[in-house]
C-alpha cells in the first residue's frame, strides 16, 4: 500500500507565504516525477508545479516567481512553498507522483486527498 499524505494547508491573507508538504509512505522502490495541482470551485484541476528525480522543475505561468517546488528524495516527500499569495490561489491542493512499489516493480501514478489552501482577507 502507497499513500501520499499532505499538510500545510490553511487560511492566510493575501500577500503571506505558506509551505504544503507531501510524503510518500508505504512498500516504495521508488519515485519518479512528483507534483501539485490545484482544484478551486466550479473549476477544473489544473498543474501548479511538478519536479523529476533529476530536480527539473516545471511551473504554471499563474505562479511562476512565486511558488518553488522542491523534493527531499531521503524523505520520499516534495514540498511546495507559496509567497505573495493571492485571492485566486485559493483552491485544493493536490500531491501527485509516480511510484514504483516494490511489490510490482511498475510504475502507477498516485494522488494524496488534497489540502485547503485559502487566500482572504
Known amino acids: 500500500q502507497v499513500q501520499l499524505v499532505e499538510s500545510g494547508g490553511g487560511l492566510v491573507q493575501p500577500g503571506g507565504s505558506l509551505r504544503l508538504s507531501c510524503a510518500a509512505s508505504g512498500s516504495i522502490a521508488s519515485i519518479g516525477a512528483m507534483g501539485w495541482y490545484r482544484q478551486a470551485p466550479g473549476k477544473q484541476r489544473e498543474l501548479v508545479a511538478t519536479?523529476?528525480?533529476?530536480?527539473?522543475?516545471n511551473y504554471a505561468d499563474s505562479v511562476k516567481g512565486r511558488f518553488t517546488i522542491s523534493r527531499d528524495s531521503a524523505k520520499n516527500t516534495v514540498y511546495l512553498q507559496m509567497n505573495s499569495l493571492k485571492p485566486e490561489d485559493t483552491a485544493v491542493y493536490y500531491c501527485n507522483a509516480d511510484i514504483i512499489r516494490r511489490s510490482t516493480w511498475a510504475s502507477r501514478n498516485y494522488w494524496g486527498q488534497g489540502t485547503q489552501v485559502t487566500v482572504s482577507s
Open positions: 519536479i523529476t528525480s533529476g530536480g527539473t522543475t
